[in-house]
């Protein structure tokens, strides 16, 4: 056992934010704390860390156990450079080093009487030294300085210069050289690009202690989870698994938590019919039969209504008019910042219904390229061009279209009038707005709640061309799923850049990779993205390499074009499934209409104004029989379809 909390609870004023949690981890256990945004899950975190007190509970910890313990925010300055403040993690094995040298330097010049006791003294150091990984404590360090994204030339760049996020990884990269037994994160991966992601989750799962995770980022908690202990209400439930383990546990616990509520009040509300029914006879045995009813239903345990999130908050969006099939068209774009070279003669498509993201490292220029496409910013060469009726709505967290005067409802209320108060406040919720805050100005938010305050108007236009920067910054988990619902169903086109490999994973239906200075298409969502990077990058980029090499100069011209025609083939072939998936779509609505028609059919057919008036039964009956005969050739269509799969 590495940690044991037990009946932890925590108020603040007349809010309960943890009741009674209760859970034990053992050693090597990799638990993610996961619930909306002021569930507690940091709260909890500096309970353990001992930085704040329970109100009631206790926290046991071994006292053989070291705890490291990583803050959502972080003040640390010093004068000290990055490689050295990262260096004083190894103090100890700094001072043996230097005990080390100063003992070689009284060998060179002792007497023979003293040669002994040093060569004992420089043995047991070099000992110690080894023992405590002094050999490669340097190369360790600048291991996790890069694979948090630090290059060399920052490595002397004073902490106290850089950016808070940069700050954050300096004392990201502090604990992990600590190695402590159990290691606490809260959102470790806020300021880490999606290299440096990668490259965490590797270190996490090859870690030898403990660690205990609160983050948004649901792929990477997939990907380091073996526990989840969810907080709802201020209750803890802990599961066993990944964090889609989890969902998918948590919404059965839900669907079973509902129907248990709802059958007992069937249930209370038929003993209370009852009861009044009895009541009603005014006999003495039937009162007496009441007051009975009336005890036992008294004594029930009446159980506590599922918090369930209203249907009518899942966002529909649909746009004022359809576009062409041709959306947008980019070729030959190029684009420099002074004597920064972001991207060279890249080129790509998008057609009506789909979903393209945009990923890369930091500094790509990702958002370059959507700047271009709204005409913020102009391109050095190569044309942009929109397809007919294409209406863009744009999301970009530093240009809100907000009126500071208004309050938060009355923003979306100018957007759609049509809406009702209720439906207002849903898409509100949905983004985190709940209570009196739809009440506050504009004015009075700050830049994360204007950024989701902007990114629920945007859900809500009727633009047929989404363009979204990072749209799930500032948003829990809960809101992301709602955002991937709306855009999983939206009948126009998207074009994103994110992070969020997660929400990448639920809703691209292509990738675009900028990298090397150039696009790489992958035709799929992220997980087909990291199955076929490795190969498709090498063969991509084998003949687009920066420094003017030609593809025969890296590997073989007749393999590199074999490559390129297996990458063609693959291209095709994913185009092609597509396509069927389509049409098999298409069969399948077409059936489903059909039927719905004949079932309309039969109900009309049993009224007696059709069936006894020839006039009107004979073309509803021709029409049945004619969907049926079409219905059977669908199915034999949708059987030869699927065979194709």
């Given at each position: 056992?590495?940690?044991?909390?037990?009946n932890?609870?925590?108020?603040?004023?007349?809010?309960?934010?943890?009741?009674?949690?209760?859970?034990?981890?053992?050693?090597?256990?990799?638990?993610?704390?996961v619930?909306?945004?002021?569930?507690?899950?940091?709260?909890?975190?500096?309970?353990?860390?001992?930085?704040?007190s329970?109100?009631?509970?206790?926290?046991?910890?071994?006292?053989?156990?070291?705890?490291?313990?990583?803050?959502q925010?972080?003040?640390?300055?010093?004068?000290?450079?990055?490689?050295?403040?990262?260096?004083?993690?190894?103090?100890?094995?700094?001072?043996?080093?230097?005990?080390?040298?100063?003992?070689?330097?009284?060998?060179?010049?002792?007497?023979?009487?003293?040669?002994?006791?040093?060569?004992?003294?420089?043995?047991?150091?070099?000992?110690?030294?080894?023992?405590?990984?002094?050999?490669?404590?340097?190369?360790?360090?600048?291991?996790?300085?890069?694979?948090?994204?630090?290059s060399?030339?920052?490595?002397?760049?004073?902490?106290?210069?850089?950016?808070?996020?940069q700050?954050m990884?300096?004392?990201?990269?502090?604990l992990?050289?600590?190695?402590?037994?159990?290691?606490?994160?809260?959102?470790?991966?806020?300021?880490?690009?999606?290299?440096?992601?990668?490259?965490?989750?590797?270190?996490?799962?090859?870690?030898?202690?403990?660690?205990?995770?609160?983050?948004?980022?649901?792929y990477?908690?997939?990907?380091?989870?073996?526990?989840?202990l969810g907080?709802?209400?201020?209750?803890?439930?802990?599961?066993?698994?990944?964090?889609?383990?989890f969902?998918?546990?948590?919404?059965?616990?839900?669907?079973?938590?509902l129907?248990?509520?709802?059958?007992?009040?069937?249930?209370?509300?038929?003993?209370?019919?009852?009861?009044?029914?009895?009541?009603s006879?005014?006999?003495?045995?039937?009162?007496?039969?009441?007051?009975?009813?009336?005890?036992?239903?008294?004594k029930?345990?009446?159980?506590?209504?599922?918090?369930?999130?209203?249907?009518?908050?899942?966002?529909?969006?649909?746009?004022?008019?359809?576009?062409?099939?041709?959306?947008?068209?980019?070729?030959?774009?190029?684009?420099?910042?002074?004597?920064?070279?972001?991207?060279?003669?890249?080129?790509?498509?998008?057609?009506?219904?789909?979903?393209v993201?945009?990923?890369?490292?930091?500094?790509?220029?990702?958002?370059?390229?959507?700047?271009?496409?709204?005409?913020?910013?102009?391109?050095?060469?190569?044309?942009?061009?929109?397809?007919?009726?294409?209406?863009?709505?744009?999301?970009?967290?530093?240009h809100?279209?907000?009126?500071?005067?208004?309050?938060?409802?009355?923003?979306?209320?100018?957007?759609?009038?049509?809406?009702?108060?209720?439906?207002?406040?849903?898409?509100?919720?949905?983004?985190?707005?709940?209570?009196?805050?739809?009440?506050?100005?504009?004015?009075?938010?700050s830049?994360?709640?204007?950024?989701?305050?902007?990114?629920?108007?945007?859900m809500?236009?009727?633009?047929?061309?989404?363009?979204?920067?990072?749209?799930?910054?500032?948003?829990?988990?809960?809101?992301?799923?709602?955002?991937?619902d709306?855009?999983?169903?939206?009948?126009?086109?998207?074009?994103?850049?994110?992070?969020?490999?997660?929400?990448?994973?639920?809703?691209?239906?292509?990738?675009?990779?900028?990298?090397?200075?150039?696009?790489?298409?992958?035709?799929?969502n992220?997980?087909?993205?990291?199955?076929?990077?490795?190969?498709?990058?090498?063969?991509y980029?084998?003949?687009?390499?920066?420094?003017?090499?030609?593809?025969?100069?890296?590997?073989?011209?007749?393999?590199?074009?074999?490559?390129?025609?297996?990458?063609?083939?693959?291209?095709?072939?994913?185009?092609?499934?597509?396509?069927?998936?389509?049409?098999?779509k298409?069969?399948?609505?077409?059936?489903?209409?059909?039927?719905?028609?004949?079932?309309?059919?039969?109900?009309?057919?049993?009224l007696?104004e059709?069936?006894?008036?020839?006039?009107?039964?004979?073309?509803?009956?021709?029409?049945r029989?004619?969907?049926?005969?079409?219905?059977?050739?669908?199915?034999?269509?949708?059987?030869?379809?699927?065979?194709?799969?």
């Open positions: 056992m590495i940690l044991s909390c037990q932890i609870s925590k108020a603040f004023l007349d809010t309960n934010i943890l009741n009674n949690i209760s859970f034990q981890i053992n050693e090597r256990d990799r638990l993610a704390i619930g909306i945004n002021g569930a507690g899950k940091s709260t909890l975190l500096k309970i353990i860390a001992g930085q704040l329970a109100d009631s509970g206790q926290v046991i910890i071994p006292n053989d156990v070291t705890v490291g313990y990583l803050a925010h972080q003040s640390h300055d010093c004068d000290e450079t990055i490689y050295d403040e990262i260096m004083s993690c190894f103090s100890e094995v700094m001072k043996l080093e230097e005990d080390i040298r100063l003992t070689e330097l009284k060998m060179k010049n002792a007497s023979d009487s003293e040669l002994d006791e040093l060569y004992k003294t420089y043995a047991r150091l070099t000992h110690e030294f080894e023992v405590a990984n002094g050999y490669s404590c340097k190369s360790e360090a600048v291991g996790v300085l890069k694979g948090l994204g630090f060399e030339d920052d490595f002397d760049r004073p902490v106290n210069s850089l950016s808070g996020g700050k990884r300096v004392a990201l990269a502090k992990l050289l600590t190695k402590p037994s159990l290691m606490m994160l809260d959102e470790p991966v806020n300021h880490l690009d999606m290299q440096s992601v990668a490259w965490l989750e590797g270190y996490i799962a090859s870690y030898p202690g403990t660690v205990i995770i609160v983050a948004h980022d649901r990477f908690l997939d990907k380091v989870a073996t526990k989840v907080i709802e209400n201020g209750n803890g439930y802990l599961y066993t698994g990944t964090y889609t383990d969902a998918k546990k948590r919404a059965s616990v839900r669907e079973n938590e129907k248990a509520y709802l059958n007992q009040q069937r249930e209370i509300k038929h003993q209370e019919e009852v009861i009044e029914k009895l009541r006879f005014n006999r003495e045995k039937s009162i007496k039969r009441a007051e009975s009813r009336e005890k036992l239903l008294g029930m345990d009446v159980i506590d209504k599922p918090v369930e999130f209203d249907a009518s908050m899942k966002i529909r969006l649909t746009p004022s008019c359809v576009s062409g099939n041709d959306v947008l068209s980019v070729k030959n774009l190029s684009k420099s910042f002074d004597t920064n070279n972001l991207f060279n003669d890249i080129s790509f498509e998008i057609k009506r219904g789909e979903k993201a945009i990923i890369g490292n930091n500094g790509t220029g990702k958002t370059t390229i959507l700047k271009m496409i709204n005409e913020l910013i102009s391109p050095d060469s190569g044309t942009i061009t929109l397809g007919a009726n294409v209406s863009i709505g744009y999301y970009d967290q530093e809100q279209v907000l009126n500071d005067d208004n309050t938060l409802f009355e923003e979306i209320s100018d957007e759609r009038p049509d809406m009702n108060n209720t439906s207002i406040r849903n898409v509100l919720a949905s983004f985190l707005f709940t209570g009196d805050d739809v009440f506050k100005k504009i004015s009075a938010l830049g994360g709640e204007k950024g989701r305050l902007s990114l629920a108007k945007l809500l236009s009727t633009s047929n061309l989404l363009i979204l920067d990072e749209p799930t910054n500032h948003l829990d988990i809960t809101s992301k799923e709602i955002l991937e709306a855009i999983n169903n939206y009948e126009g086109t998207v074009l994103y850049v994110s992070h969020d490999r997660y929400f990448i994973n639920k809703t691209a239906t292509r990738i675009l990779d900028l990298t090397g200075k150039t696009i790489i298409e992958y035709i799929g992220y997980d087909y993205y990291v199955e076929n990077r490795e190969h498709l990058e090498s063969i980029l084998s003949g687009n390499d920066s420094t003017g090499a030609s593809p025969t100069d890296t590997a073989d011209s007749s393999t590199i074009s074999d490559s390129k025609k297996d990458w063609k083939a693959g291209k095709e072939e994913q185009a092609r499934l597509r396509k069927l998936a389509n049409e098999i298409k069969t399948e609505e077409e059936i489903e209409k059909l039927e719905t028609r004949n079932c309309e059919i039969d109900e009309l057919l049993a007696e059709y069936y006894s008036n020839p006039q009107k039964l004979v073309p509803l009956s021709t029409e029989s004619d969907n049926e005969k079409r219905i059977e050739e669908l199915y034999e269509q949708w059987e030869e379809l699927s065979s194709q799969q």
